[in-house]
């Protein structure tokens, strides 16, 4: 059984050819620049030097997915000799409101309510949409499956999901705290609980998905209990190009400041803030790390708002707990960020978090990072989201 998982953003595409047989990767590819000029498809094979590139005009998703599938039937970089082996399409969708705690095979219905969250992610869901138009008309009877960013944290109570505003804003709106990078948070918390022997029902774990976009979780017995992104995934820690938490008086004060419009204050909070609003400098991690080293204030400055930011939450969420057994790093900052780790999970003692900073000496690999003696285990697990993806879509199709 061949599975292939897709990821669409507004002008760009990442897919995974997976055989579930063994769940190896049979090649890997992105797309991007869709719709605009300098298309660009370029697909790499494990074991098989250099890439294979597709450069010419796609305007649109469909385009773009015709490309794909002759790539994944090339001869030396692909994953099948014919399309036909495609058992099954797994399909990134990123808002997936209070309809869908789980992922689902696709259909009709399935499309009008992922339609329904354009509203709540105006930049993801009409893309994940748009894949799966394109999937149906290019390979007709293979079926698709949902697999929803918000699905995990459908499980958090009112208590973790009420902003305090007025409830009719939730009635009418949906307006609630919704969560995302769920498929991350679940295989790194299953991850966990296997890498420690022990039944994920029986564990407290705190997972931080660090990557451009970052948010961190609770997820007690195997349930999510909270998450630290909202309505949008601008809710919760300082990210790239993401302000994350702040006093929301901040933006009619902006508007009135500045003269803002509604959007004007989306692109500042969205794309302009973060650890690249703070500094001037860059939204990646590596180059705040380099001009902190050289004394850069701002960039020492972000940094450090970055990390007790983490740490605020991991403090918060433990509270929640009543306890926590095990923290999770993942994703880009996470995996390879060494000092970032450092910096958030020491001086945690009180926690019973003691790290070893030799384990911690590593980037991209399994491996507990926390000393012997702590009481608190912490993990650094590299996230898995196409893989996930990947299960979800085999088993509602078997
Ligand atoms: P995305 O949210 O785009 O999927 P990733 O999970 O790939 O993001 O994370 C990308 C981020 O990880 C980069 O912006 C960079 O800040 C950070 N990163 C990657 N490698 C390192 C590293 N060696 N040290 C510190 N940060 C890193």
């Given at each position: 059984?061949?599975?292939?998982?897709?990821?669409?953003?507004?002008?760009?595409?990442?897919?995974?050819?997976?055989?579930?047989?063994?769940?190896?990767?049979?090649?890997?590819?992105?797309?991007?620049?869709?719709?605009?000029?300098?298309s660009?498809?370029?697909?790499?094979?494990?074991?098989?030097?250099?890439?294979?590139?597709?450069?010419?005009?796609?305007?649109?998703?469909?385009?773009?997915?015709?490309?794909?599938?002759?790539?994944?039937?090339?001869?030396?970089?692909?994953?099948?000799?014919?399309?036909?082996?495609?058992?099954?399409?797994?399909?990134?969708?990123?808002?997936?409101?209070?309809?869908?705690?789980?992922?689902?095979?696709?259909?009709?219905?399935?499309?009008?309510?992922?339609?329904?969250?354009?509203?709540?992610?105006?930049?993801?869901?009409?893309?994940n949409?748009?894949?799966?138009?394109?999937?149906?008309?290019?390979?007709p009877?293979?079926?698709?499956?949902?697999?929803?960013?918000?699905?995990?944290?459908?499980?958090?109570?009112?208590?973790?999901?009420?902003?305090?505003?007025?409830?009719?804003?939730?009635?009418?709106?949906?307006?609630?705290?919704?969560?995302?990078?769920?498929?991350?948070?679940?295989?790194?918390?299953?991850r966990a609980?296997?890498?420690?022997?022990?039944?994920?029902?029986?564990?407290?774990?705190?997972?931080?998905?660090?990557?451009?976009?970052?948010?961190?979780?609770?997820?007690?017995?195997?349930?999510?209990?909270?998450?630290?992104?909202?309505?949008?995934?601008?809710e919760?820690?300082?990210m790239?190009?993401?302000?994350?938490?702040?006093?929301?008086?901040?933006?009619?004060?902006?508007?009135?400041?500045?003269?803002?419009?509604?959007?004007?204050?989306?692109?500042?909070?969205?794309?302009?803030?973060?650890?690249?609003?703070?500094?001037?400098i860059?939204?990646?991690?590596r180059?705040i790390?380099?001009?902190?080293?050289?004394?850069?204030?701002?960039?020492?400055?972000?940094?450090?708002?970055?990390h007790?930011?983490?740490?605020?939450?991991?403090?918060?969420?433990?509270?929640?707990?009543?306890?926590?057994?095990?923290?999770?790093?993942t994703?880009?900052?996470?995996e390879?960020?060494?000092?970032?780790?450092?910096?958030?999970?020491?001086?945690?003692?009180?926690?019973?978090?003691?790290?070893?900073?030799e384990?911690?000496?590593?980037?991209?690999?399994?491996?507990?990072?926390?000393?012997?003696?702590?009481?608190?285990?912490?993990?650094?697990?590299?996230?898995?989201?196409?893989?996930?993806i990947?299960?979800?879509?085999?088993?509602?199709?078997?």
């Amino acid at each position: 059984m061949k599975v292939l998982v897709l990821n669409c953003g507004s002008s760009s595409l990442k897919y995974q050819l997976i055989d579930m047989e063994n769940e190896a990767v049979l090649c890997i590819g992105l797309v991007e620049r869709i719709g605009i000029d300098g298309s660009i498809l370029t697909q790499k094979k494990d074991g098989v030097e250099g890439k294979y590139i597709v450069e010419q005009p796609m305007k649109d998703h469909q385009d773009a997915i015709k490309l794909v599938l002759a790539g994944v039937q090339d001869s030396v970089y692909g994953g099948v000799k014919d399309m036909s082996e495609i058992d099954a399409v797994g399909h990134r969708v990123v808002h997936g409101g209070e309809k869908f705690a789980s992922s689902v095979v696709i259909t009709e219905e399935v499309e009008e309510a992922i339609r329904a969250c354009n509203d709540l992610a105006p930049l993801h869901n009409p893309a994940n949409l748009m894949g799966i138009d394109a999937m149906k008309a290019i390979l007709p009877g293979v079926p698709n499956v949902a697999v929803f960013d918000t699905a995990f944290h459908q499980t958090m109570e009112p208590a973790a999901y009420l902003y305090g505003v007025p409830h009719r804003l939730y009635d009418e709106y949906g307006v609630r705290r919704y969560g995302f990078h769920g498929t991350s948070h679940k295989y790194v918390s299953q991850r966990a609980a296997e890498m420690l022997g022990k039944d994920i029902k029986d564990l407290k774990i705190i997972t931080c998905h660090l990557g451009n976009g970052a948010s961190v979780a609770a997820i007690k017995n195997g349930k999510v209990i909270d998450t630290s992104m909202g309505l949008t995934p601008l809710e919760g820690l300082i990210m790239g190009t993401r302000c994350g938490d702040i006093d929301p008086a901040i933006i009619p004060f902006m508007m009135r400041k500045e003269g803002l419009d509604a959007d004007g204050v989306d692109n500042l909070m969205n794309k302009q803030s973060g650890v690249y609003g703070m500094t001037g400098i860059s939204s990646d991690f590596r180059d705040i790390e380099a001009a902190a080293e050289k004394g850069d204030q701002k960039a020492i400055d972000a940094l450090d708002a970055y990390h007790t930011r983490v740490k605020k939450y991991i403090g918060s969420y433990a509270a929640e707990m009543n306890g926590v057994d095990a923290i999770v790093f993942t994703a880009g900052l996470g995996e390879n960020g060494i000092d970032n780790r450092m910096a958030i999970a020491s001086n945690m003692e009180y926690l019973g978090v003691k790290m070893d900073a030799e384990a911690n000496n590593v980037r991209g690999k399994e491996r507990v990072i926390s000393a012997a003696d702590s009481q608190v285990k912490v993990l650094l697990i590299p996230t898995n989201e196409e893989l996930m993806i990947a299960r979800d879509t085999l088993a509602l199709v078997k």
